[in-house]
């Protein structure tokens, strides 16, 4: 029972590298999100799917893109990667807003 | 203002004890309320849904109260196990966007 599967675990970028973070539910949730947390600051939405074939912007938005390649999979892209951005991301689906989300285990980036 | 606000705590308390704490949130449209349960370094994890009622999981009670806007946690016979960092969250009405509180920690002593 995978759940929610992220890659990669770890990544070191330097600053101005691109890479995409990838997402993968098997539970069949229409809902899909990206969040980054850093100290102090709890989770901040980036981007959600709220059903296959739609993206919405969250909170913190900049510098990300997302792309919702089928019902199971999100996937987020840093472009030109910044030192702010050095956080720890979790992906997470959701059958319906009204049962909550399940998370991946998540993504530590370091951007130097 | 921040859509959902909680205590950051720490909360020390002995093993046995029972400790209980606090979120409030600004959007009075607010349907769906949560707690998650998040470990040190690791994901957060669904702990239980918080009904209008109030409701109760094992040592773990959860409450709602629409007219103040708040929720509250209350662990009962804490346990070692129990040490963690608690997060609040919320989700508006029609809406799929699910908002977190920064969350309130919890250290159990033996």
């Known amino acids: 029972n995978a759940g929610v599967t992220q890659t990669p675990k770890f990544q070191v970028l330097k600053t101005g590298q691109s890479m995409t973070l990838q997402c993968a539910q098997d539970m069949n949730h229409n809902s899909m999100y990206w969040y980054r947390q850093d100290p102090g600051m709890g989770l901040r939405l980036i981007y959600y799917s709220a059903s296959e074939g739609t993206t919405d912007k969250g909170e913190v938005p900049n510098g990300y893109n997302v792309s919702r390649l089928n019902k199971r999979e999100f996937s987020l892209r840093l472009e030109s990667a910044a030192p702010s951005q050095t956080s720890v991301y979790f992906c997470?689906?959701?059958?319906?807003?009204?049962?909550?989300?399940?998370f991946g285990q998540g993504t530590r980036l370091t951007v130097v | 203002r921040k859509e959902v606000e909680q205590d950051p705590g720490p909360f020390n308390v002995p093993e046995g004890a029972t400790v209980a704490f606090n979120c409030t949130y600004s959007n009075s449209a607010s349907q769906s309320f949560f707690w998650y349960r998040q470990d040190c370094r690791k994901e957060p994890k669904l702990l239980m849904s918080v009904y209008s009622s109030g409701n109760e999981d094992g040592r773990f009670t959860a409450q709602l109260n629409r007219a103040s806007q708040y929720i509250s946690l209350l662990i009962r016979d804490s346990k070692l196990s129990d040490s963690a960092t608690y997060l609040c969250v919320v989700t508006p009405s029609n809406d799929y966007k699910l908002s977190f509180g920064a969350g309130t920690t919890v250290t159990v002593r033996a």
């Open positions: 997470a689906s959701s059958d319906a807003p009204k049962k909550g989300a399940f």
